[in-house]
């Protein structure tokens, strides 16, 4: 059986013992129920303080839950209720685009891929959820930076690496891709991330309106693009499925 840590068992039950009983825990009460030596368990809490995981009260110095867990707590559920919602619409985009299909969300300074359809043919395809895209270069990283102001925040600070000739990588000319991807509606990424390969993608809104995600077709340029255009009829359905999951979310119509 593996090793487990310590430290982070200690901080679990500690987390575990905030949630349940009394809101709010003084240092001997923790840690006496979890038979810990005050300085240990006073350091656990500290870290945890930091972290912002766990909330100190100014006037009586006991501990309650912080409101990082919320947050987290949160974007598990809508992580999940995101992906759940969109399955049947995203497997429609592929059956009518004929093209591989995405679904991405912000995840620390990138695009983590949340589920993927595969292309409807007998090609051989290797599943990508769990992968991670870049920000600046793909369709679904333009949609997060121009809807959401914390992927927005994010791309200005991270190297925005040059993967191709194509890819825009000076902040000022990617204002000018974002400006265009809220006044249409979507974004492109041709060639940008990957020789070859062409792509677009629309936000996904929830009931509050706020940009959770966003979904877009991948292929070859020679399949997605035509006359050096992406096709009108591609660029229809990723919207009309963005505006689905949308729906179904709760946002009501955009």
């Known amino acids: 059986m593996a090793r487990t840590i310590q430290s982070l068992e200690r901080a679990a039950a500690m987390l575990r013992l905030l949630a349940g009983g009394e809101r709010r825990l003084g240092l001997s009460d923790v840690a006496s129920a979890l038979g810990l030596a005050k300085g240990t368990a006073h350091g656990i809490l500290r870290t945890l303080q930091q ?7 100014p006037a009586s110095g006991r501990y309650q839950l912080g409101a990082e867990l919320l947050r987290l707590g949160n974007s598990y559920l809508d992580v999940h209720e995101l992906r759940a919602r969109a399955l049947v619409w995203a ?8 093209e591989s299909v995405y679904l991405g969300v912000l ?11 595969f292309r409807p043919d007998d090609s051989r395809q290797v599943l990508e959820v769990g992968a991670m895209q870049p920000l ?8 997060l930076c121009a809807y959401d102001p914390v992927a927005h925040a994010e791309v200005a600070d991270v190297e925005r690496e040059a993967f191709t000739p194509r890819t825009v990588t000076a902040m000022p000319d990617l204002e000018g891709v ?3 991807t809220r006044a ?3 974004a492109s990424d041709v060639e940008e991330t990957w020789a070859g390969v062409a792509s677009l993608a629309a936000p996904i809104h929830d009931r509050r309106r706020m940009p959770v995600g966003a979904v877009g077709v991948t292929g070859a340029v020679e399949r997605v693009c035509e006359g050096g ?3 009108a009829r591609l660029v229809a359905a990723v919207r009309d499925c963005a505006r689905a999951v949308s729906r179904d ?5 955009f």
């Open 249 to 253: 979310l709760g946002a009501g119509r």
């Open 178 to 180: 974002l400006d265009l």
């Open 91 to 98: 497997d429609d985009l592929a059956r009518s685009s004929g």
């Open 51 to 57: 972290e912002g995981f766990v909330e100190q009260d």
């Open 107 to 117: 995840h620390q300074q990138g695009v983590l891929i949340i589920h993927h359809v």
């Open 229 to 231: 255009e992406l096709q």
């Open 136 to 143: 600046h270069s793909t369709a679904l990283g333009k949609v």
């Open 184 to 186: 249409r509606g979507w």
